[in-house]
């Protein structure tokens, strides 16, 4: 029987169904206001953190800059609001063309970088457009902030909005890994001059990944302008998109499960603990400190291996042929 | 007829000729190997064929056309493909998936991948891992796996870099099998091994080089017993 990253896939689809199904029935259970804001936040990141799974998960570039396609999607349907007065339905996939174009970008110049190179120029793009967006007074207000039109007068509205968009999002990513997209992302991610050598266009799909977690990054920012009314630079500071690769990897990076499980568990925990200052910071410092040492495959790897173990022993490499 | 030409190929690196004026042919359906002592070049040249790295100097062509400039996956597309010295697998996808991405990227479809992919596991027999991740496999069969994602597609010309070394004995039998077969069927191989016994079994014809040039292109047991050639082995003079 094959078991390969089409039939995992398959597998982890169905768990995050499942987990998001328990996240559609949570306003049976929770009435009020604030924690379904807070929910809606958690999807926010979830949204965030599937998009940038897909390109340093799945694809293997480390790129530090999550938060800020976030903000630039959201200020793209935020200026087309508050500049030309225009409705959602087209700021919203304006805020995603934008930020598609710049990881378009920024996938170009980050072509032939890798490790530290990438990182360091990502989060540079990063900080240029928060710089950019912050200082930009005249155009964006600046630090000011600027004011969102609502879509919807229920949170609840919101809720389900941000809640199909995030199965929409895992549906599509469900399929790109499904087809030959996904075998050729996760052969960059092993070893991209291998996978250049057998034929895989490696320049075309790194930058369709970067395109591709770019445009759900913005996406998510678009839709959390229009549900936060306000937005500022501070959506794409460093430590939001820490947040973001906190989530993924405590969730378990590479897989589809994950970053869905890690927002929530990551934010509402944060939630929890936000009466004591900046002291949950901490805690969530060391709880990656502990995922990155000790279960590398995060939350959901300890998932995959208890479920294994209870229905056959762990395969151990075989020492020859047979 | 010539598939593969290279002529007067040439690669320095900081004022030291890796590859100096180096030119031959490989003909449709031929084997040819490829040796000479560590240093030589024979692993430079492989890098410059399969698009790894620029050629210095001269044209490589494939069925008369030039390869030059072209990136290594358009190489790898024209149906030149390459097995690494160093085992190069994708690590954190099963065995079977390995195999499956050289085969959707030189344009299978999925189904036909996977008969195909199926047919080279249990040919190559690590049938029985191709559910494991290919960082769980052993080193042999690690190679064995590299070796088949050449071969999923029957390329224009296999390039194998040192396939035999450091395997058991087994795995080394099954790929020598493979290679006899494929060259009967008609398959263009250029072969780059330490391992004098298989080339002398295997290779009707071979190039030997040395600090970069070619020192002998003739049928293989004349390159063995070639003067020049035991000297670059031996670093002396020849008996």
């Known amino acids: 029987m094959i078991d390969n990253s089409e039939t995992r896939a398959n597998r982890e689809f169905a768990a995050s169904l499942g987990l998001l ?18 929910l809606v936040v958690c999807m926010y990141f979830a949204l965030q953190a599937a998009g940038w799974n897909l390109l340093a998960g799945y694809t293997g570039q480390m790129s ?55 990182g360091l120029t990502t989060l540079s793009f990063a900080e240029i457009a928060r710089l ?11 630090d000011l902030g600027l004011s969102v039109p609502g879509i919807f007068d229920a949170r609840l509205a919101y809720y389900y909005l941000f809640l199909a968009v995030l199965v929409a999002v895992q549906a599509g990513i469900f399929l790109t890994l499904k087809s030959k997209a996904g075998l050729f992302l996760q052969a960059i991610r092993d070893d991209e001059i291998a996978a250049a050598s057998r ?8 930058v369709a990944a970067f395109v591709a977690s770019s445009a759900i990054c913005g996406l998510a920012g678009a839709l959390y302008a229009h549900f936060a009314q306000l937005i500022s630079p501070e959506l794409g500071l460093i430590m939001q998109t820490g947040f973001v690769i906190s989530m993924t990897v405590i969730g378990g990076m590479g897989t589809l499960v994950g970053p869905i499980l890690g927002a929530f568990l990551v934010y509402l925990g944060s939630e929890a603990v936000r009466d004591f200052g900046g002291w949950h910071l901490i805690v969530f410092a060391l709880l990656v400190i502990v995922v990155a040492r000790f279960f590398r495959d995060g939350l959901w790897g300890l998932v995959r291996l208890a479920w294994t173990r209870r229905r056959a022993p762990v395969p151990q490499p075989a020492v020859g042929t047979r | 007829m010539a598939i593969l030409s290279i002529r007067d190929v040439t690669k320095t690196f900081g004022g030291l000729a890796a590859v100096d ?3 031959f042919d490989v003909a449709e359906g031929e084997l040819v190997g490829l040796i000479g002592p560590n240093g030589s070049g024979k692993t430079t040249l492989i890098n410059m064929l399969s698009g790894l790295l620029p050629v210095g100097g ?85 190679k064995l796996l590299e070796f088949g994602t050449c071969f999923m597609v029957p390329p224009r010309v296999a390039l194998l870099d040192e396939p035999f070394a450091a395997v058991h004995p087994t795995m080394r039998a099954i790929m020598a099998d493979f290679v006899r077969r494929r060259h009967a069927e008609g398959q263009t191989f250029l072969l780059v091994s330490h391992d004098m016994p298989i080339v002398k079994e295997l290779c009707p014809r071979s190039v030997c080089m040395n600090a970069g040039a070619v020192i002998a292109d003739a049928p293989t047991r004349a390159v063995l017993d070639d003067p020049h050639v035991i000297e670059a082995y031996l670093g002396g003079h020849a008996a």
């Open chain 1, 64 to 118: 530090l800059a999550p938060a800020a396609f976030a903000m630039i999607g959201a200020y793209g349907t935020g200026m087309m609001a508050y500049r030309y007065e225009l409705p959602f339905w087209i700021g919203i996939p304006t805020g995603i063309l934008a930020s598609a174009l710049l990881g378009w970008v920024l996938g170009r110049v980050a072509l032939k970088l890798s490790g530290p190179y990438l």
């Open chain 1, 132 to 142: 950019i967006i912050g200082n930009s007074y005249d155009i964006t207000r600046g």
């Open chain 1, 21 to 38: 199904a328990l996240v559609a029935l949570a306003p049976l259970v929770v009435a009020n206001e604030y924690w379904l804001g807070v």
């Open chain 2, 58 to 142: 001269g044209d490589i062509l494939l069925d008369g056309a030039s390869l030059l400039g072209l990136s290594p996956d358009r190489i790898a597309r024209r149906g030149v493909l390459r097995m690494f010295q160093l085992t190069r697998a994708f690590n954190r996808i099963s065995a079977l998936d390995n195999l499956l991405v050289a085969g959707r990227a030189l344009g299978l479809g999925a189904e036909e991948a996977t008969r195909r992919a199926l047919t080279l596991l249990e040919e190559l027999r690590i049938d029985h891992v191709m559910n494991l991740d290919a960082g769980q496999l052993s080193g042999g069969q690690r």
């Open chain 1, 199 to 206: 034929g895989v266009p490696v320049v075309r799909w790194k």
């Open chain 2, 21 to 23: 004026h180096v030119s």
